[in-house]
């Protein structure tokens, strides 16, 4: 497609499931980034992608949060062991790249809305 | 460490007023890049400028305007002659140039339009 797409877009989860969330960046964008927003907040970072590696993981919270990109392609976002404090909009981001003096501004998707019960 | 500063939380104009969004940086890098992105209610952040720290020209675009001042720290962004589809929350942001690139957002300014 021609944007960033992020499935589901809802979903609705117990304390203490698993969730995945996938996103789909725009293709050729070899930088990816992931990030939470609350309600009322701006996006907090969680983890950004150059390729398949993951090159700043400093914004996950805790070892419960997780992400891959395999094929320097989608991503997922896995969180273990949910809790109430995860609900969330988790938003996906790509660029073209990311290096020393090299910017490409961030196209996000519509983001994925958690929430736990 | 890097930081972006929204002081307003919530800005109620007028249509057809001028009104201006604040936003305060700070960072250790000589080489950085400063944002503004537009959130409206369907949620989807949308890039409206891009700023590189060696140049501050100040740009405009239409009605918006961007005033970038180093010696402050301040990338203020002006909308003019507000119109209601202008409602939305805006979030200024930093990428630094070292170390990482993460983008680094402020807290966000709501702006609510009044016809």
């Known amino acids: 497609g021609a944007g960033v797409s992020q499935t589901p877009s809802n979903k609705v989860t117990e304390k203490g499931k698993y969730v995945e969330l996938r996103c789909d960046p725009i293709?050729?964008?070899?930088?990816l980034y992931w990030y939470r927003q609350s309600l009322g907040q701006g996006p907090e970072f969680l983890i950004y992608?150059?390729?398949?590696?993951?090159?700043?993981d400093s914004g996950l919270p805790n070892d419960r949060f997780f992400a891959v990109r395999p094929e320097g392609s989608v991503s997922t976002l896995k969180i273990q062991r949910t809790e109430r404090g995860d609900s969330a909009v988790y938003l996906c981001a790509s660029s073209l790249r990311e290096k020393a003096g090299g910017t490409g501004e961030l196209f996000f998707g519509e983001g994925s809305r958690l929430t736990v019960l | 460490a890097q930081k972006v500063t929204q002081a307003q939380t919530e800005i109620s104009v007028v249509e057809k007023e001028d009104v201006t969004l604040d936003c305060v940086y700070e960072t250790r890098d000589t080489t950085y890049y400063l944002f503004w992105y537009k959130q409206p209610p369907s949620g989807e952040l949308v890039f409206l400028i891009r700023?590189?720290?060696?140049?501050?020209q100040n740009e405009i675009s239409g009605r918006y305007s961007w005033n970038f001042q180093k010696s402050t720290s301040s990338f203020n962004f002006t909308i003019t002659a507000s119109q209601v589809v202008d409602s939305a929350v805006y979030f200024c942001?930093?990428?630094?140039?070292?170390?990482?690139?993460?983008?680094?957002f402020g807290t966000g300014t709501r702006l609510k339009v009044l016809a």
């Open positions: 992608f150059q390729g398949t590696g993951a090159a700043d």
């Open positions: 293709s050729g964008h070899t930088a």
């Open positions: 700023r590189n720290s060696f140049d501050e």
């Open positions: 942001a930093l990428r630094g140039n070292s170390g990482t690139y993460k983008y680094i």
